[in-house]
Nanobody
Framework: HVQVVESGGGLVQAGGSLILSCAAS????????MIWFRQLPGEEREWVAA???????SYRDSVKGRFTISRDKAKNTAFLEMKSLRPEDSAVYYC??????????????????????WGQGTQVTVSS
């Protein structure tokens, strides 16, 4: 299995910055993508930024130019650097890791794993 733990959330004023961390452990050789989501109260969870194994970064439009996703593959950790924060960025931020699907060179090592794993989330609150 893969365990995912987010950290780094907190309260910040509008215009401020935060860096979130997502640490994965366990069968980390099976990780394909590390992705950040967020969820506002009463709303659907939405995708924020993704860092696949091939390095093709992607961002939702509302955070482009303000958020930067990075990944330390040796430490199995992803980061989300958030700048110029806005009150509408306030949400619980979640990290999801996708497992490499079969067929793959590691399919025997990764057999029996779920398709993805989520962390418990970290709260980000941006005050106006």
């Amino acid at each position: 299995h893969v365990q995912v733990v987010e950290s780094g959330g907190g309260l910040v004023q509008a215009g401020g910055s935060l860096i979130l961390s997502c640490a994965a452990s366990g069968d980390t050789m099976c990780i394909q993508n590390m992705i950040w989501f967020r969820q506002l109260p009463g709303e659907e969870r939405e995708w924020v930024a993704a860092y696949p194994n091939d390095g093709s970064l992607s961002y939702r439009d509302s955070v482009k130019g303000r958020f930067t996703i990075s990944r330390d593959k040796a430490k199995n950790t992803a980061f989300l650097e958030m700048k110029s924060l806005r009150p509408e960025d306030s949400a619980v931020y979640y990290c999801k890791v996708d497992i490499i699907p079969a067929p793959s060179p590691v399919q025997d090592l990764c057999a029996g794993l779920d398709r993805d794993y989520w962390g418990q989330g970290t709260q980000v609150t941006v005050s106006s």
